[in-house]
């Protein structure tokens, strides 16, 4: 295949063209492993894709292994390694409406997601921006990069329940909670990045409660709030996104109530992670 890339920002994302993703060998699965350590979010247009092709898609990232997403059953797909995205017009929240890692509670977290488009708003909207964790790291300043090279913070699972859903998790529920480095080195490239997320880090270890609270808001906002790390997705239906859960955050914008979006998202695991 003849791959063409397109960098939608100097620093993070990619628009690829010239392949379908059900005819992926594994020369172009290595170049496709090497594109996304460097631009983090690659978009993929126009590609027809069954459950088989989309996990055999997802299979060629991290380990191999496929992610079982506790919610998957429950989001109402048949399929444990598909897990259903989706709002409408009785929805109360919508999946990944705030800045977050997906799942990075776990021991050893997802490495890339793959999220393809059934169904787009009528009304448009529904982008995803994306934000870069390399460049967030390289923009802190060497004093703060010195301190935070030296923490853990706690990753926890039952945060989105409170933080994103507005309701506790059922009783008896049990969700990984895991402790992580602050500043880890991406397994590819052995870069330095920046490892928390308002989604689901509550807490870093050995330090005060209000140290804690100001240095990790002092963090979130930096991602948040710094453009240049960041790069926005317009979905179209049939579009395949694929993003480094490692080095990226993303925030599902929920911009188009009372209109249906309609996804699924495929995710394979990675390795432990090593600090920088």
């Known amino acids: 295949m003849s791959i063409n890339v397109q960098n939608i920002t100097p620093v993070i994302g990619a628009e690829v063209s010239g392949i379908d993703l059900t005819q992926i060998d594994e020369v172009t699965a290595a170049s496709l492993r090497r594109l996304l350590a460097d631009r983090g979010v690659l978009v993929f247009r126009d590609q027809q894709l069954d459950h088989a092709a989309h996990k ?3 299979a060629c990232f991290g380990t191999g292994e496929l992610h079982y997403h506790p919610l998957a059953t ?6 444990p390694a598909v897990l259903t995205v989706k709002a409408t017009a009785n929805s109360t929240y919508a999946a990944g409406d705030g800045w977050h890692t997906d799942v990075s509670c776990d021991p050893a977290p997802i490495r890339a997601s793959l ?3 059934h169904e787009m708003p009528e009304s448009g909207g529904g982008d995803t921006v994306f934000a870069s964790m ?3 790291y390289a923009l802190l300043s060497e004093p703060v990069q010195e301190l935070i090279g030296n923490l853990r913070a706690v990753h926890d ?3 989105p329940w409170r933080q994103a859903y507005g309701k506790e998790p059922a009783a008896g529920t ?5 402790a992580h480095p ?3 080195a991406h397994p590819d490239n052995g870069k330095p990045l920046l490892w928390v997320n308002r989604g689901f880090t509550t807490k870093i270890q050995g330090v005060t409660a209000l140290e804690s609270r100001a240095l990790l808001e002092m963090l979130f906002q930096h991602i948040e709030s710094t453009p240049r790390i960041q790069c926005r997705v317009r979905w179209d239906k049939h579009t395949l996104v694929i993003w480094d859960n490692i080095a990226t955050q993303h925030h599902a914008v929920w911009d188009y109530f ?8 495929v995710s394979v695991i990675g390795g432990e992670l090593q600090a920088a």
């Not at 429950?74 to 399929?79: F, L, N, T, V």
């Not at 009372?258 to 998202?265: I, L, M």
Request: hydrophobic share 40%.
């Open 157 to 159: 699972g039952a945060l």
């Open 258 to 265: 009372p209109h249906t979006r309609h996804a699924e998202r």
């Open 56 to 58: 055999r898609a997802a």
């Open 174 to 178: 049990e969700y990984n909670r895991t």
């Open 182 to 184: 602050m500043v880890i």
């Open 115 to 117: 999220l393809y488009m």
């Open 74 to 79: 429950a989001s109402g797909s048949a399929d």
């Open 134 to 136: 390399t460049e967030a």
